[in-house]
T-cell receptor
Framework: ETGVTQTPRHLVMGMTNKKSLKCEQHLGHNAMYWYKQSAKKPLELMFVYNFKEQTENNSVPSRFSPECPNSSHLFLHLHTLQPEDSALYLC?????????????FGPGTRLLVL | LAKTTQPISMDSYEGQEVNITCSHNNIATNDYITWYQQFPSQGPRFIIQGYKTKVTNEVASLFIPADRKSSTLSLPRVSLSDTAVYYCLVGDMSGANNLFFGTGTRLTVIP
């Protein structure tokens, strides 16, 4: 058990839809992350939050909008996505935001944009 | 920032020991070396972390030479369920900027 849950596990949406991905961690961690993993590509770090404050935004298009209301919950709001945004979206948490910190990943949301 | 290089893929038969080497020539003094395992359609899972010499846990061993410019993940007696992608990460405690998993090594265990 990783202690990180994500919903939904699968999502199909049209390019004009608005949807949200949810992540919750039950580990008491301070840092949370969103990653994107496209088919046969490396994990791409999208956003990092530390104590609810965004500390990293790796040039992610504005059609992806993160929200972190508290250190246990993280959302990724999606709107007017493109087919190339279809991917596995992974949430992770760690005690603190550092490259050497062990990250605990959720099961991911498999997103398909039509 | 230390860049890592790993073999793209490896094959091994069941029951064999597998060693996956990661090169990190520019590793900094404060950097730790961390390995993750990822199964298809799942998030990566932490395997082991080390700073120098040897670290062993119930899953794997990590060998780090004195110059720390490389590290080797050793999986004893692999089974089919060890088929996965293995990632090597290098970094310190200063922050999560430029956190980069790379392409990893795809290990296929053959019956």
């Amino acid at each position: 058990e990783t202690g990180v849950t994500q919903t939904p596990r699968h999502l199909v949406m049209g390019m004009t839809n608005k949807k949200s991905l949810k992540c919750e961690q039950h580990l008491g961690h301070n840092a949370m992350y969103w990653y994107k993993q496209s088919a046969k590509k490396p994990l791409e770090l999208m956003f990092v939050y530390n104590f609810k404050e965004q500390t990293e935004n790796n040039s992610v298009p504005s059609r992806f909008s993160p929200e972190c209301p508290n250190s246990s919950h993280l959302f990724l709001h999606l709107h007017t996505l493109q087919p190339e945004d279809s991917a596995l979206y992974l949430c992770a948490s760690s005690q603190n935001p550092a490259r050497s910190e062990t990250q605990y990943f959720g099961p991911g949301t498999r997103l398909l944009v039509l | 920032l230390a860049k890592t290089t790993q073999p793209i893929s490896m094959d091994s038969y069941e029951g064999q020991e597998v060693n996956i080497t990661c090169s990190h020539n520019n590793i900094a003094t404060n950097d730790y070396i961390t390995w993750y395992q990822q199964f298809p359609s799942q998030g990566p899972r932490f395997i082991i972390q080390g700073y120098k010499t040897k670290v062993t846990n119930e899953v794997a061993s990590l060998f780090i030479p004195a110059d720390r410019k490389s590290s080797t993940l050793s999986l004893p007696r692999v089974s089919l369920s060890d088929t996965a992608v293995y990632y090597c990460l290098v970094g310190d405690m200063s922050g999560a900027n430029n956190l980069f998993f790379g392409t990893g090594t795809r290990l296929t265990v053959i019956p």
